[in-house]
């Protein structure tokens, strides 16, 4: 089945820097990709949608100077955490649309990033 | 909105059957039932997914009320990897949108 490769697994940083977190798949092309972020004991909530080759549609309430998001290739999607703080401190997931079958499409999700801002 | 519900949480023994429950109750015609699952610190992970009919595979089955207003997940012998997060959510066919999450079920799988 389809692969989402998300890296790094996780990653401290120090409050002030920026970290890149890199979301790629693997075995098909995906010209749409998710980025969700996750507070302990609380579900997904959708950051922003990423288009290949366009620019990226943020939810509201999220900042789109904050967390820059680009998808320059169709395998590569790409979220910086800019200027990050402890407050960014979360569990990053992105996923890519994958066809089902049958005219259905599901999604396939990446392991995940966990951001320790310090 | 997730415009599903789902119990918070749920417990099982292992190598038992789960049921696990989702009602929709304003689910249109051409909605979609998915089921992911998120294991403790990964992504969550595709499961199964239905229209209308009763749907099998090789994780669990799919049972869906003849009125489309619930639907259950069945595990049919729990195992402690099964220990997860479930989501029931509402997609539509074709080139869906994003998922919207709700707050799911924490299996528990006793030994």
């Known amino acids: 089945g389809a692969v989402v490769s998300q890296h790094p697994s996780w990653v401290i940083c120090k409050s002030g820097t920026s970290v890149k977190i890199e979301c790629r798949s693997l075995?098909?092309?995906?010209?749409?990709m998710f980025w969700y972020r996750q507070f302990p004991k609380q579900s997904l909530m959708l950051m922003a949608t990423s288009n290949e080759g366009s620019k990226a549609t943020y939810e509201q309430g999220v900042e789109k100077d904050k967390f820059l998001i680009n998808h320059a290739s169709l395998t590569l999607s790409t979220l910086t955490v800019t200027s990050a703080h402890p407050e960014d401190s979360s569990f990053y997931i992105c996923?890519?649309?994958?066809?089902?079958?049958?005219?259905?499409?599901?999604?396939?999700f990446g392991s995940g990033t966990r951001l320790t801002v310090v | 909105d997730a415009k599903t519900t789902q119990p918070n949480s749920m417990e099982s023994n292992e190598e038992e059957p789960v049921h696990l429950p989702c009602n929709h109750s304003t689910i249109s015609g051409t909605d979609y039932i998915h089921w992911y699952r998120q294991l403790p610190s990964q992504g969550p992970e595709y499961v199964i997914h239905?229209?209308?009919s009763n749907v099998n595979n090789r994780m669990a089955s799919l049972a869906i009320a003849e009125d489309r207003k619930s639907s259950t997940l069945i595990l049919h012998r729990a195992t402690l990897r099964d220990a997860a997060v479930y989501y029931c959510i509402r997609g539509s066919a074709g080139y869906a949108r994003q998922l919207t999450f709700g707050s799911g079920t924490q299996l528990t799988v006793l030994p």
């Open positions: 996923s890519a649309r994958d066809f089902l079958g049958q005219g259905v499409y599901g999604y396939t």
């Open positions: 239905g229209l209308t």
């Open positions: 075995d098909f092309q995906a010209t749409t």
